[in-house]
């Protein structure tokens, strides 16, 4: 572990130095004056992160392909060099400005996964405007929500979503949203499907037609402290949370990461098998790899039914993918559809990359075994942008230990709190947290809410990060990540937060209560399990209500959610204070030994959960 200690170490010992050599592997349209000035990185830069994505790279690698489309529910594919991709980013962004869009508004992005939502993240930032992509699974309520709260200028849509034998209509959950919201954006512009074309509205601008018709825009220059995205995560209460980038410290940081984490340098092909609405698409999709010079897939597709458990390795044979990143619920698929590997063929990965949710040891040894290459799990989330805990490929590879993300990413001062703030030794479980000041590429703060950043995160612990997960570094200084100490849960690698369902599910006539917990599963990591006591004299049948509340679920949250397990009970284990004993629950619901709280009520309702969650 010698060279990795050796960077580790440095980046904590003399975090400016470190830095400033990333930052030397980025074009700054103006010098920044300090790495760090006590709050933000790189202050006095300026730079555009589409310029470093795409312009610095037409000289020498403008024929390269920059963009692979792979889309079997569609059955298309298609190649996008960097030129080619620079001219679409080019005209998009002109299309923005000849709608009035300029340097600091906010474009709300909610489209499936087609080479139009690249190109849209690409042309903002190079607009210096902020995007907010929202995922398209989500629901009108919760688009509302989003719009509302960023005010975007113009809204970026497209008639529909495909799904495995599925047409997802966009344009109606669109316009149910701005119906909703307070909000009204100037523009919508709709990007046509011909699987299913979008009645358009007053306002409303065909996307191929606008775009055919818009100037080619260049780079506007916007300080390296400026926003580049929003991107709304699940809060544990109320509003989800608009985390910020911005844009010096985002490019340093995940331009540093291709090559030190992941491997992967200019001219190789990398494959985030993810979604744009997620992280992992922002960082891993769009931005890291353009950043590198690396070409990057974009997959609109599932790991099995597209047509089947092999897609993944046809696409990584395909086009030569050297690294690929998805999370450990697409691989239980595969394994769940194809257990033998009898669908493996040349897949031609050099590496294989997990994160978004816990790797089960299971799951590890079947990939490794499988398909002969690293198999590295990492943890990091939506609020750090890049990973916190990795097997960094590109400057040491360490000894894995399955269930273990390895260690501590450069950068990162990750640190393991009991309840008082104390260091906990060796293998025992406590709040994992990072030391600040957080490294470059991180959120610097909640978008309109930065009282409410440090209360969530800066509070708990003074002078630490409170990433509210729990878990354990052992004595070689591995990191474990148990679970969430909130009420996040973590569905198939998107989070989601089960207060906001049951706020769905406490709407319903007939619940008096209610609580939503995650449940352990073997392919999704969690699932939400609802639990709900009826009001007095309701005589209609548990399983209508039941059916109706994950109807409920679905529409408000989205089918993301995957609520389908509600239960009818007669009360809810509750302390003596009326606390809903949620995590007494889920220690019930996943099999754990517990110890009914010394402040239960009645311990005789546990008993009552563990038939309930039985039968169900």
């Known amino acids: 572990m010698a060279r990795y200690h050796e960077v580790y170490r440095r980046s904590l010992d003399d975090p400016g130095a470190f830095w400033r050599e990333a930052a030397a592997g980025i074009d700054w349209h103006t010098p920044f004056t300090e790495v760090f000035d006590g709050e933000r990185w790189f202050p006095g830069g300026e730079l555009n992160t589409c310029y470093n994505a795409l312009d610095r790279h037409l000289a020498d690698r403008g024929g390269q392909a920059a963009l692979i489309y792979d889309s079997p529910v569609t059955g298309t594919r298609r190649s996008y060099t960097y030129a080619e991709l620079h001219d679409e980013v080019a005209r998009t962004a002109g299309l923005l400005k000849s ?31 902020v995007h907010s992509v929202v995922f398209g699974g989500f629901a009108a309520p919760e688009l509302a929500a989003r719009i509302e709260h960023a005010r975007p200028k113009v809204v970026l849509s497209a008639s529909c979503g495909l799904e495995p034998g599925r047409i997802v209509e966009y344009k109606p959950l669109l316009d149910a949203a701005l119906a909703a919201s307070a909000h009204r954006p100037e523009h919508c512009v709709i990007l046509q499907r011909p699987q299913c074309e979008a009645a358009m509205g007053e306002g409303d601008l065909d996307w191929a037609t606008a775009v055919a018709g818009a100037e080619p825009a260049g780079c506007e220059w916007v300080a390296a402290t400026d926003p580049l995205y929003i991107l709304y995560t699940s809060g544990t209460t109320g509003m989800p949370k608009g985390i910020v ?11 540093w990461s291709m090559a030190a984490v992941y491997d992967t340098g200019p001219g190789e092909v990398f494959w985030a098998a993810s979604d744009v609405g997620w992280v992992v698409g922002h960082s891993y999709i769009v931005y890291a790899p353009l950043l590198a ?34 999370a450990p619920t697409a691989i239980r698929a595969i394994k769940k559809e194809d257990p033998n590997g009898d669908l493996v063929k040349d897949h031609g990965l050099r590496y294989l990359f997990l994160a978004g949710e816990r790797l089960d040891p299971d799951t590890y040894h079947w990939a490794s075994d499988l398909l002969g290459v690293p198999v590295i799990d990492h943890w990091w ?3 750090t942008g890049w990973p916190v805990a990795a097997n960094c490929m590109g400057l040491e590879p360490l000894p894995p230990k ?26 025992v479980e406590g709040a994992i947290v990072v030391r600040l000041p957080l490294p470059p590429g991180t959120l610097p703060t909640l978008y309109r809410d930065h009282d409410r950043f440090e209360s969530a995160y800066l509070a708990r612990y003074p002078g630490y990060y409170l990433t509210g997960d729990g878990g354990h570094l052992d004595a070689d200084g591995y990191l474990f990540v148990m679970g969430r100490t909130d009420d996040v849960i973590n569905v198939a690698g998107h989070r989601l937060s089960t207060g906001a369902m049951e706020e769905v599910v406490a709407t ?31 005589a209609r049948p548990a399983a209508e209500i039941e059916a109706e509340l994950v109807a409920l679920v679905r529409e408000r949250i989205g089918p993301v959610a995957a609520f389908r397990r509600v239960s009818v009970v007669a009360r809810l284990p509750k302390t003596r204070s009326g606390k809903i ?36």
């Not at 980038?245 to 331009?255: I, P, T």
């Not at 996943?590 to 309930?612: H, K, N």
Request: hydrophobic content about 40%.
């Open 99 to 129: 709608l009035g869009v300029r340097r600091g508004d906010t474009v709300v992005i909610y489209l499936p996964m087609v080479p139009e939502a690249v190109v849209a993240m690409l042309a903002c930032a190079r607009l210096g405007a």
């Open 245 to 255: 980038r911005d844009n010096g410290g985002h490019a340093v940081a995940l331009h």
């Open 293 to 326: 010079g690396c070409t990057t897939v974009l997959y609109e597709g599932k790991p099995v039914g597209t047509p089947d458990a092999g897609a993944f390795w046809r696409v990584a044979g395909e086009y030569g993918v050297k690294t690929l990143f998805t």
């Open 381 to 383: 989330q939506t609020e």
């Open 402 to 427: 399955p269930g273990s993300p390895t260690v501590p990413v450069p950068g990162y001062d990750v640190r393991v709190l009991d309840e008082n703030g104390a260091e906990c030794p060796p293998g």
């Open 508 to 538: 319903h006539p007939d619940v008096a209560e209610c609580a939503v917990i995650g449940v352990a599963d073997e392919l999704k990591g969690q699932v939400p399990a609802g639990f709900v006591v009826l009001k007095s004299g309701t």
């Open 581 to 616: 004993l949620r995590g007494t629950m889920r220690a019930i619901a996943d099999g754990r030994t517990y110890r009914p709280p010394s402040t239960i009520e009645d311990p005789a309702v546990l008993a009552e959960i563990e038939r309930a969650l039985r039968s169900g």
